[in-house]
């Protein structure tokens, strides 16, 4: 069988116009017959292969064509949806309960009975949410990251040390005006007074510590490091709150509550920090060396 003759093309050849097709090919790029442009059949039909068909997905999914780098995927952004709804929906649900004085505050107040027993140790944990403790030690973990970052050059060092100090200052802005509009009584414990929903000791804490470690963990060197950060903080928040309880000066909503606040806070400024980090990582790298 005799072979259809080609062209002695080299890679120099500069001729005009597309290459020759050989004869008794199908056309299988040229336009197709109802001038749709296809260039994959010349009858204008769909092509028959997977790859031909498949769109790419916005979020670059792998197995898009072609994936899209550092965007999030749908199931990150659906995880970060539900730190932020599902806390606010159960704070709206409590807060609803404590101004109608819902069935849940009854549940509450059997709760504060069995839990309450007023101690030394109860009300030295209790004392860690106090601005006087949480404070400076915010102060002094926002003043070694501002150093640090400033030391090694990093880009918009100052970011993540202003925002964590905004949002503590934040807290007696958000929490003061829900205690008066509340005017939830305290536990049998404590004096009569009203202003206590939702527990400003545990919101301060719950920031203070909370702040300080999410600007902390980029500066540390091991995962376990980051780790004990992370159930440092954690301990400190369980204890203010156990404390809270355990002495009296709460009711038990009044802590959860805070919970919730506090982590739809906590985690606004936790995306913000990461899309500064994923904005710096994406400009122009500093001359200098980051974070060891």
């Known amino acids: 069988m005799r072979d259809t003759p080609r062209p002695q093309g080299t890679v120099g050849d500069l001729r005009p116009g597309p290459p020759q097709l050989r004869p008794g090919r199908a056309l299988a790029h040229t336009t197709g017959a109802s001038g749709s442009g296809s260039p994959h059949r010349s009858d204008g039909r769909p092509p028959q292969t997977p ?3 498949r769109r790419s997905d916005p979020d670059g999914r792998l197995g898009t064509t072609p994936p899209v780098p550092g965007r999030p995927t749908s199931f990150l952004l659906l995880l970060l949806a539900g730190l932020v709804a599902l806390p606010a929906v159960l704070f709206a649900l409590i807060t609803w309960q404590v101004v109608a004085h819902g069935p849940l505050l009854r549940l509450d107040s059997r709760l504060s009975g069995a839990l309450v027993h007023p101690d030394r140790f109860s009300e030295l944990l209790s004392d860690l949410g106090n601005v006087q403790v949480a404070v400076p030690v915010l102060v002094v973990v926002l003043a070694h990251v501002a150093r640090r970052g400033r030391a090694t050059g990093t880009d918009r060092w100052w970011l993540p040390p202003t925002a964590a100090a905004v949002l503590m200052a934040l807290v007696p802005a958000v929490v003061v005006p829900l205690k008066e509009w509340t005017a939830r009584p305290g536990t049998p414990v404590v004096p009569p007074a009203v202003g206590y929903f939702p527990s400003g000791h545990t919101t301060t804490a ?9 600007v902390l963990l980029p500066w540390l060197a091991s995962a376990r490091a980051r780790r004990l950060a992370v159930a440092s903080c954690a301990a400190l928040v369980l204890g203010v709150s156990y404390g809270l309880v355990r002495r009296g000066w709460h009711w038990p909503l009044d802590v959860v ?5 506090g982590t739809v806070m906590l985690t606004a400024l936790a995306l913000l920090l990461s899309r500064s980090r994923r904005r710096s990582s994406s400009g122009t790298p500093s001359s200098s060396s980051g974070p060891s």
């Open 51 to 53: 790859r031909g068909v």
């Open 206 to 214: 719950a920031i203070a510590y909370g702040s300080a470690t999410l």
């Open 257 to 261: 509550a805070a919970w919730c606040l």
